[in-house]
């Protein structure tokens, strides 16, 4: 495609929305931020390089006109980031090679808020999946999953969204937090349609996992993942239009990611 025609595109995704099911139809719709920002605060995996801002220059210069620049450097995964299928399943999609429609699209939240608060170790089932179709009258075809356990009320506590604040490898086994059951995934990948999955905690897995079933499962249908989302508590169950754009890294297996919901009024 032209790249005048993509930005043509583009454009007009920024004014859709819709339901489970549907197309997306022109709107008029508020744009809401799903995105922590990186800096100092932002959260890893115990065991990846955190996000490093490295100041270049900042003021007025000899020629007196001001200047900023900086360098970065962070591991792919951590933050709001985005997992390619690559990270688990070799031979499938690296983040560059991600169509733009498995990013763009309609948005559907999944709200186990109430279990997840009973139970750090929660893993969404398939029957919350069929109990959002049966209360919305609608299958869960061509949409983005949005996976809303309220854990991102936490960001950046590290204790309390991730279970612990230590670093290194021993800390792995001490992660707790909610993700996706493996017969959830397997269930998505089989009997829906899905576009990607994300949610508001650090890991698709629960962090208990130890060999990252649901990973494996959406990965191997280049089903990608959105991790430590922002914001899903602003978003309605349905009637939202996602758009995820990661950095294209060349060959990566994810990257940092900036994601909006654009809510219809």
């Not at 549907?22 to 959260?43: C, M, N, R, W, Y």
């Not at 890294?249 to 990611?257: M, N, R, V």
């Amino acid at each position: 495609m032209k790249s005048v025609s993509l930005v043509f595109v583009l454009l007009c995704l920024l004014s859709l929305s819709g339901c489970a099911g549907s197309q997306p139809q022109l709107l008029s719709g508020k744009i809401i931020d799903l995105t922590h920002p990186f800096g100092e605060a932002t959260v890893y995996w115990p065991t990846a390089k955190e996000f490093q801002l490295e100041k270049v220059y900042q003021g007025v210069t000899s020629k007196g006109f001001f200047y900023a620049a900086n360098n970065f450097s962070a591991a792919e995964h951590g933050g709001t980031h985005i997992d390619a299928p690559f990270h688990f399943y070799e031979g499938r999609n690296t983040v560059d090679m991600i169509p733009l429609g498995r990013l763009i699209g309609n948005g559907v939240v999944i709200d186990v808020r109430e279990k997840c608060a009973n139970n750090r170790d929660y893993r969404i089932q398939i029957r919350d999946f069929l109990e959002w179709e049966e209360r919305h009258g609608s299958k869960l075809y061509d949409v983005i999953i949005l996976l809303r356990t309220g854990f991102g009320k936490y960001w950046p506590d590290r204790i309390k969204y991730m279970g612990t604040d230590e670093r290194g490898e021993g800390a792995v086994g001490k992660l707790h937090f909610p993700g996706l059951h493996p017969e959830a995934a397997r269930w998505l990948v089989n009997n829906r349609r899905v576009k990607a999955i994300g949610l508001d905690t650090v890991s698709i897995d629960y962090g208990q996992s130890t060999l990252f079933e649901s990973h494996v499962t959406l990965f191997q249908k280049n089903v990608p993942a959105l991790e430590n989302l922002a914001n899903l508590e602003q978003l309605p169950e349905k009637g939202f239009l996602i758009i995820a754009l990661p950095m294209k890294i060349k060959g990566g297996s994810g990257g940092p990611l900036r994601i909006v919901a654009v809510v219809n009024k």
